[in-house]
């Protein structure tokens, strides 16, 4: 196969664009992509510090390249979740990315900091190991980037990623994580602004460009993840894509034009409140990443000493850690 | 032949496309890449009987 931009040998073929690259052309190819998704969503300006979620994998760190590269503001945040090797080798590439590029890697450890890891947080807690991991990247991204005095977080959520989370979501008809699935979720009073530059590219895509960039990525998956819902619903979307190649970026990136400004009118706009425990902003005495971690370290949440109203200490109580969200009888946790 | 996520080792026999290769193996040519000789290699090239590849899952999972 030819290169589509020069003519020579082709590495990389793109069958949903119907086109082959190089390995001179391919890189260029990728950063043309996330330049057009920076700009599409005013994602972030040249002025902006950047923080990037970055995990080890090929994604988060074919984004801090391709930021890096383009000259952007952009620092890395590398947070420990305790998974034994795979983590030992996660942080290990993560820093030799870091320190090959002269960039600042900020690193939180999850026991260290929180005092469980997310072994841990699948044998203790009522979510499973997948849901409490998510939820304490969310916080702790976001707390990091606030107190860190970051502009924006940006995280390698690729073109997969995203058909697969709406695909999950169409399933079950959630309309309200429908419309909060964007490129961009803008910052609000106590949380940052959140990007996905990587949005247009699929897996194969950034797997691709971070081996031609000679990036070390972990290539083995989290040893945790087997048989999690979102990978099923990429098998389910790549059985559809072999045949009909295309159809996972009409699928999201046709979302985006037509469908999300509809279903952004069902999102409705939620009060926040301090969380009682950590002042982090939520719509509950507790935040979920408290509530969580109480579970997990089977600690008691004490609600606020006094309510100003008769709705707050109903809601204060319903928001109390009941004694089998402690014990894991939640459907999540077997 | 390496194949990772698991790491094993297969045999299978060359003088032929890479996409006969996968298709053998029951495998979907876009959710890898393959690798000869530190270089990718598309899904339309021949390999050969002594040719060493690897095949790489490009698939992942997980909280992000």
Known sequence: MKCKRCGGSAVVEVRRHNAAFCKECFPVVVRNQVRRAIDEYEMFERTDRILVAVSGGKDSLALWDV??????????????????????????RTRAFAGDRGATLRTVDLDKTYGYDIPLAGRKGARSSCAVCGLSKRYI?????????????????????????????????????????????????????????????????TAAYAFLRGIDYVVEECPLV??????????????????????????????????????????DRVLLVACANCGQPTTTTFCAFCRARAQILGERLVPAERAETPEELARQLADEVLPEELYGVGAEAT | MALRNPDRELDVAGGRLVREVLSELSIDPDTVLVIRDGELITRHERVDDADRLEVRPVISGGAR
């Open chain 1, 141 to 205: 991204f976001n707390k990091e980037a606030h107190d860190g005095g970051y502009d924006v977080i940006a995280t390698g959520h690729n073109l997969d990623d995203e058909a697969a989370t709406l695909l999950g979501n169409t399933l079950r008809w959630n309309v309200e994580y429908i419309a909060r699935q964007a490129p961009v979720l803008p910052a609000e009073p106590g949380f940052v602004r959140k990007v996905k530059p990587l949005h247009r590219l699929s897996e194969l895509e």
């Open chain 1, 226 to 267: 087997a048989g999690n819902t979102q990978l099923r619903y990429k098998e389910a979307m790549n059985a559809i894509e072999s045949r009909s190649p295309g159809t996972k970026a009409q699928f999201f990136l046709g979302y985006l034009d037509r469908g999300m400004p509809i279903f952004h009118t069902a999102e």
């Open chain 1, 67 to 92: 930021l890096l590269e383009e000259g952007y503001r952009a620092d890395g945040l590398y947070l420990g979740l305790g998974i034994g090797e795979y983590s030992d080798r996660s942080h290990e």
